[in-house]
């Protein structure tokens, strides 16, 4: 099945500064990969997913890239904000029979104002 | 458009109960997708339910079974409850994209 790695599993960053997740995943065949940000306390949200036919994908200050042949993708955030504090998790699927996601194990993300 | 609910927010139990915990999907979502996060940790994959059927289980004893129900809403039981089975459980509905959206979870307790 798949295995999906998460690196850092805590980053700090000053105000302004950028952020970035990586991850890896095991299954070639995912095709899907998206996401999410957990607030304390609250469920995770999905704050952007990724497609393998496309190798980066921009949503204002998110961003997230994918590299197939090295199987890993990104999150990046740029001019952190407080709010921006959160756990961060990203995920891998396939659209074979499974259809599920394999999450990875979380980033706890802490913007230093 | 309603998202995905669940209930009740908060339960306590005390160690060797039953629970028996409850998720709707969004409207027209016919799979959904239970995930177990215990304090501090990550999401891990407990059952998918797909169609009325059990499509696949995590993980996990026996103890946690479910079901689905013609309307595809879903419940989740844990029989013989332990000290670990404390943690946030978490309901998804997915979309035929590939996306899915969590409910706002249980949080059960046991003593």
């Known amino acids: 099945g798949e295995n999906v790695e998460q690196h850092p599993s805590t980053l700090s960053v000053q105000e302004g500064d950028s952020a970035v997740i990586k991850c890896t995943y095991s299954?070639?065949?995912?095709?899907?990969f998206p996401w999410y940000k957990q607030e304390l306390g609250k469920r995770p949200q999905l704050i952007i997913d990724?497609?393998?036919?496309?190798g980066e994908k921009k949503d204002q200050r998110i961003a997230v890239t994918l590299n197939k042949t090295a199987k890993h993708f990104s999150l990046h955030i740029t001019e952190t904000q407080p709010e921006d504090s959160a756990v961060y998790f990203c995920?891998?699927?396939?659209?074979?029979?499974?259809?599920?996601?394999?999450f990875g194990s979380g980033t706890q993300l802490t913007v230093l104002p | 458009e309603a998202g995905v609910t669940q209930s009740p927010t908060h339960l306590i139990k005390t160690r060797g109960q039953q629970v028996t915990l409850r998720c709707s999907p969004i409207?027209?979502?016919?799979?959904v997708y239970w995930y177990q996060q215990a304090l501090g940790l990550g999401l891990q994959f407990l059952l998918w339910y797909d169609e009325g059927e059990e499509r696949n289980r995590g993980n996990f004893p026996p103890r946690f079974s479910g079901r689905q129900f013609p309307n595809y809403s879903s419940e989740l039981n844990v029989n013989a409850l332990e000290l670990e089975d404390s943690a946030l459980y978490l309901c998804?509905?997915?979309?035929?994209?590939?996306?899915?959206?969590f409910g706002p979870g249980t949080r059960l307790l046991v003593l």
């Open positions: 998804a509905s997915f979309t035929r994209f590939g996306a899915q959206y």
């Open positions: 995920a891998a699927t396939s659209s074979g029979s499974a259809r599920q996601l394999t």
């Open positions: 409207s027209g979502h016919t799979s």
């Open positions: 990724i497609r393998s036919n496309v």
């Open positions: 299954d070639s065949a995912s095709n899907y």
